[in-house]
Every structure is written in C-alpha cells, then in structure tokens.
C-alpha cells in the first residue's frame, strides 16, 4: 500500500471520482430539469385529456410515460464524469498524475508559466567543476565540508559530497537555510556552506584571492558554494548543471502556445542567465527566495493572468500552493508533489503542453456532450409529449423512446472514448523546423499595456499555421506563416473578438 505503484493508482483513482466545475454547473441544471420534465410530462397528460376527449385518457398516459422516457437525463448525468474518466486515464497514460478534475479543467486557461531552475529546467544532478580552498585551510576542513552537505538534500549538496567524497564525521544541529544553504556544528565549531547571501547575512568576511576566484566562476555561468565558518571563507566550489534534453523544446511550445515563460531560481544572475539563454526562455529572476516566488505569483494574478507554477523542491512549496495550477516534478521532494495539483513523473517539461492540451480537449469533449444532451432534450421531449400529432397524427412510441434515449448515452460515452486516441504531441512544433516558409510584420492598434501585448499574442497564435512576436514599443506583430499567409480578414476576426485591430505596413 506505501508503494509509489499503489500511490499512483489512488492518486488517478481520487481524481477520477472528483467534480469539474462544469460539473456543478450541471449538477444545478439538472435539479431544475428534472422537476421541470415531471411538470411537462403531468401537463402532457392534462392536456390530451382535457382536448381529446374519446381517447385522451390513453394518448395522455402514453406521453405522460414517453416524456418520463425519453427525458431520462442520463446523457447529461454522463456528459462530464465520462470525459473526466477517460481525461484523467489518458494523463496517467502518459506521465501526467492529474489530482483533481478542477486542475484539468483550469489548465487550458493558464497565460503565464514560471519554471523552477534546478531539477526543473537543468537535469537537477550538478557537478562541480572547481573547488578552490583559502592559502591556508586546515587539513580536516574537506572532511567538515563533506559531512556538513552529507546531512543536505540539496542537488548542489549532492554535487560536492560526490565531489569531495571524504570522510564523515558527527555533525550536530544541522539547519537547511531555505533559499541559502545550511549551517551545522562540527568539532564544536559552527559552519556555513551555500551562497553569497547566507555569508552576507551573517557577517563572513571573504578574502580576496577567493573573492575573484568566485567572481570569475559566477562570471562563466557557473553557480559558486561557499564553506565558511564563523570567521572566515575557507573554500570557494563552482557547481554546473545541465538543461534536459526537452526543456528548450518544452519553452518553445509553451511560447508557441502563447503562453508566457518565466524562471525563477535563487542562483546568482549569471548562472540563472546562461540557463534562460540555453533554454530559450527570455524572463528570468535570478536570487530570488522561496517567498519571492510566492510573490511574484501573486503580482502576476493581480495582473489578471493565470498562473501556473512547476518546481520540484521545498523552496518551490509556497508558490506552488499560491499558483491556480501547480505542477510537480515526479523526482522532486514529497512536500511539492503533496501541494501540487499535478505530478509528471518522468520530470519531463514537455509533458506540460501535453496537460495543457489535454485539459483543452477534456473540456471541449465536456462541451460537447452537454450540447448535444440538451438539443436531444429540446427536440426529444415535445415531441415525447404529442406535439406532431395534430401536424401528422405520429405519437413517439414509449419504446422507441427507450431507445433514443439509450442512444444518446451510448453517443456520449463514445464521443468521451475519443479522447483516448487523440495525440497529446503537438505535430506542427518542431524548434529544429521552425516557421520559416513566410514572415510578415503588421501593425496593431489598441494595445496600452503588456498585458494587451499578451492577449494579442495568445489570440494571434490560436490561429492554426501562425507563430507571431508581438511588441509594445512599436505595436508589431511579426508573423511567421507555416505554408502561405493567412489572409488579413483572419487576423482581423481573431483580433476583433478581444478588441484590438491589425493592418498590414
């Protein structure tokens, strides 16, 4: 039952039985429908014995009956949960845990996207490249360094015990510095290992020789360890980490999606920009705490966007909890996958467009099945309830009722099965293949600020062959066709919907 097995099958199980807020919708619709057809159905009855009145009594029953039939609101009881079901289904299918049917549907409508750095963008198993030690550290302070980041789970912790790989000694009061580092007692004497703030924060002097030794590693891009004690800086570890191999092309279908990207890391600024500049994201924030991430959600919501926020650590937990979608790396820290409301457990960033598009066509399937429940309804019942009879004499026979009824369900749990054959991959993104057979650029009017920028940039890009770069200062939009150019009344009618208008230069 502990087993991550058993846990993954509870997870899909829990989230399957759960409610989509669409399903409250119906849930609404239904305790007034249902009522509302027993009226129709007894006033079916009154009225054919009331106009008819040789066979009205018989007419009336069987339409009273056929109504009661035909208006069974299976299609509508099923429209949402089966979509749900077979949704939730085809995640797990492919590696996206989803907790909850309120997730899947509030997917589709995230605008902006903030990725933690390590483990989440990078490969999250750094190395270090560079260890350089004060002229005149003791002997045993390597095997001090070792024990104190053994107690760590930190990757960065991990890269220098796999570096150093000395011998252990008892460690005492250990204390993991969220969004700094860590500090603990050893030999009697308190030691310090993480950035540049934690030394800041408690007065460590560092000396020179170290200090342009770290300056020249966060120079290159590489993220830089300090070991202090109280007193003094005795060692300097330049640590680098990879991105995954999906996370540029994760980036780009975000982007391509219209779909604002941004990384959020409490590295120093250089690392944090060589990674943004490998991964293609163009907004970054780098030295940043574990409630500046918090924040920086909340900004973006008071903006009016909807956030989604991936992270795999304990410092990611309360943005994670913060953001109207929060996603968990499967190989990241238990706190996050528990706060989180969606789990992807190969840690594959490409797996978000894929919950993305997932939860776009859930809810379309949704949208469909409740239509053609109602327009079944709406023609089924007055025609249950005699309306064609004076026009041709025909009166619904309550069996065939039975059937059409049966069928409607049967037609709405097929169209919800469909959904296990659709392709969560996006075929027309390729970032080795980008758009590149026409490029036009065109001017747009109305836009006031960055959040306009946004909704024109979402709304262009929602246009099947079209891969467009807004700006504000000047208002262009830059579109790249896949194929020929989509005429300008297109354009226009997209743009049209959200206010804006667009004119060739």
């Known amino acids: 039952a502990d087993t991550v097995l058993a846990h993954i099958i509870r997870m899909v199980q829990d989230a399957q039985g759960s409610k989509a807020p669409v399903q409250r919708l119906v849930d609404r619709i239904a305790a007034i429908f249902v009522p509302t057809i027993i009226g129709i159905a007894l006033l079916s009855f009154a009225l054919w014995w009331a106009l008819a009145p040789s066979d009205g009594f018989t007419h009336g029953l069987l339409a009273l009956v056929t109504v009661l039939i035909i208006a069974c609101p299976c299609a509508l009881g099923l429209a949402t949960p089966t979509a749900i079901m077979v949704g939730i289904g085809k995640g797990a299918e ?36 560079e260890m350089t030690w004060a002229e005149d550290s003791p002997a045993g302070l390597p095997d001090i360094f070792f024990s104190l980041e053994k107690q760590s789970e930190h990757p960065l912790a991990e890269a220098v015990v796999g570096h150093i790989q000395g011998r252990e000694l008892p460690v005492q009061d250990f204390e993991s510095l969220t969004g700094m580092g860590a500090k603990a007692v050893c030999q009697g004497q308190t030691y310090y290992a993480g950035n540049l703030k934690l030394l800041e924060r408690n007065g460590i002097p560092t000396d020179e020789r170290l200090t342009r030794t770290a300056e020249r590693m966060s120079a290159a891009g590489q993220t830089v360890i300090y070991f202090a004690d109280t007193k003094k800086t005795w060692a300097v570890a330049a640590i680098s980490d990879r991105i995954k191999k999906t996370s540029r092309q994760a980036v780009a279908e975000l982007q391509a999606m219209g779909i604002e990207v941004y990384m959020l890391t409490g590295d120093q600024a250089p690392a944090a920009a060589r990674i943004a500049d490998d991964a293609g994201i163009r907004h970054y924030r780098a030295g940043v705490s574990p409630q500046d991430k918090a924040d920086f959600v909340a900004a973006l919501q008071r903006e009016g966007h909807r956030v989604a926020m991936v992270g795999d650590g304990i410092n990611d937990s309360a943005a994670l909890a913060r953001a109207d979608l929060s996603i968990a790396m499967g190989r990241g820290s238990d706190i996050a996958m528990d706060v989180a409301q969606m789990t992807l457990i190969s840690s594959d960033l490409t797996r978000i467009p894929e919950a993305i598009r997932l ?26 309830a005699g309306a064609l009879y004076p026009l041709c004499g025909f009166l619904l026979n309550p069996m065939i009722a039975g059937a059409a009824m049966a069928m409607s369900s049967v037609s709405v749990v097929t169209n919800s099965l469909r959904l296990k054959r659709a392709g969560l991959r996006h075929e027309e993104t390729d970032i080795s293949k980008p758009y590149t057979d026409m490029k036009k650029e065109y001017k747009v009017e109305g836009m006031m600020c960055n959040h306009c920028r946004m909704h024109v940039e979402k709304a262009l890009n929602s246009i099947e062959g079209v891969n467009a770069t807004v700006t504000l200062d000047p208002p262009v939009a830059v579109i790249e066709f896949s194929g020929d150019a989509k005429p300008l009344e297109d354009l226009q009618a997209v743009l049209a919907e959200e206010g804006y208008k667009i004119s060739e230069m």
């Open 94 to 129: 492919h590696g996206i845990l989803i907790k909850d049917a309120e997730s899947l549907e509030a997917a589709r409508q995230i605008d902006s996207i903030l990725l933690d750095k390590t483990g989440t963008v990078t490969e999250g198993h750094p190395t270090v490249t």
């Open 359 to 384: 939860s776009a066509r859930t809810v379309r399937t949704i949208r469909q099945n409740l239509f053609w429940a109602f327009i079944y309804n709406i023609i089924g019942v007055p025609v249950a």
